[in-house]
């Protein structure tokens, strides 16, 4: 609850400071009124600062800032070694060659990942950046979209994209609007990110010899509310898998909101009712959105039973309860032989295909052994 009170203090503060510089002048009964008038006008103030102030700029900032974490802004595409191998990279890799003022990889490799860069038009005026990665093999398996998670960019899905290549598919790495090298624009929480995901299968599937390869979709957090609003605009995908899969984009938000993990120094900025409520509230005013109508859990509820899918969890995961994947996959309405659940007791939301990436690419086997042509 201190998050509240200190930007409400704070904000309070400016104003009290100016408002008391003329008791440095006056003097007597005069000073004493004015000093009474501003200190009750103040508490006034302050408790405006903190119910309404306090969740308007919040959700300000949820609907206009939401972008790249820092570390990996400066991520320029996926490079791969003479080998064919991805050269995968990260946040300690980044400030490894930014503090050295030159890339790691050679200037060829560096070039190539640059050139695998493609534009892609989406709603509203957006254009995605999306990375190609070319298959080991011709024709591929499988044509993968890959979608990101919350804050992240194409870089995130490095290493489950080379779990894809080395089993014969050809993987596009795209990122959201907001995120990466894509426009900025308000960010909706998976309303207008679904488009995105549609708009990337299309232009994947105009490239020449795509239009009959199999279509498998790749979300990863919020890649996965993307991915799943989107499913019902996509005709013939031939499988899904899902990680760390939000089931309900409002009880997601409120989840985030009040985060509370011991040591975790993200836990100052903890909020609670009435102030999530008042946040999100905010929030969706700015937007533009109605964050109940986001419910994943619903849409993936009403996909074909011969749809191959694949979900994967982890149990030390605040965005993702275990119980909630759980309950997600439990509506699904595929046969028994045509989805999976993997949950993974000792992983964190989104980590497992770093933590398990052999026991991860069993699993995307029987995805591809199995998808729907």
């Known amino acids: 609850m201190i ?11 400016v104003t009290l400071l100016l408002a008391l510089s003329p008791a440095l002048v006056w003097r007597g009964a005069r000073t004493r009124a004015w000093l009474r008038r501003v200190l009750w006008l103040h508490a006034g103030l302050f408790l ?10 919040l959700g300000w900032v949820g609907a206009n800032l939401i972008r790249t974490r820092p570390q ?4 320029a595409g ?5 080998a064919g191998s991805v050269l995968v990279q990260s946040w300690k890799s980044l400030e490894a060659e930014a503090n050295a003022g030159a890339p790691a990889a050679s200037a060829e490799i560096v070039a190539a990942a640059a050139a695998r860069a493609r534009r892609i038009p989406s709603s509203d005026g957006v254009v995605l950046r999306a990375f ?3 298959a080991k093999q011709e024709p591929p398996v499988a044509t993968v979209v ?27 790495l795209v990122e959201l609007r907001n995120f990466g090298g894509s426009t900025k624009t308000t960010f909706t929480a998976g309303a207008t990110e679904c488009d995105d995901v549609v708009a990337a299968v299309r232009f994947v599937r105009a490239q020449p010899g795509r239009a009959g390869t199999p279509m498998v979709l790749f979300g990863v957090s919020l890649g996965t509310v993307a991915v799943s609003l989107a499913l019902p605009r996509i005709d013939g995908l031939a499988g899904v898998v899902l990680d760390a899969p939000i089931d309900d984009m409002q009880a997601a938000a409120v989840r985030m909101l009040g985060f509370d993990r011991a040591g975790d120094p993200r836990r100052w900025f903890q909020t609670w009712e009435p102030w999530t409520s008042l946040v999100l509230t905010a929030y969706e005013a700015w937007a533009g959105i109605d964050l109940a109508s986001l419910r994943p859990v619903d ?6 039973v011969d749809l191959p899918m694949l979900v994967v969890g982890a149990g030390i995961d605040e965005r993702a309860p275990p119980a909630t994947v759980e309950a997600l996959f439990d509506r699904m309405p595929m046969h028994a032989h045509r989805r999976q659940l993997w949950m993974v007791p000792d992983s964190k939301h989104g980590h497992v295909f770093l933590d398990k990436p052999a026991e991860y690419a069993e699993r995307l086997r029987w995805l591809l052994a199995n998808l729907r042509r």
């Open 3 to 13: 998050f509240p009170l200190v930007v409400a203090g704070i904000a309070t503060l």
């Open 48 to 57: 405006l600062h903190l119910f309404v102030t306090f969740p308007a700029a």
């Open 72 to 75: 990996e802004r400066t991520y």
């Open 299 to 304: 849409v993936l509820a009403t996909l074909p």
């Open 146 to 172: 890959l979608v990101h998670g919350l804050f992240r960019s194409a870089m995130e899905l490095e290493p489950i994209a080379a779990l894809f290549r080395d089993q014969g598919c050809e993987c596009w």
């Open 132 to 134: 190609r990665l070319e």
């Open 78 to 82: 996926p490079r791969l070694d003479a």
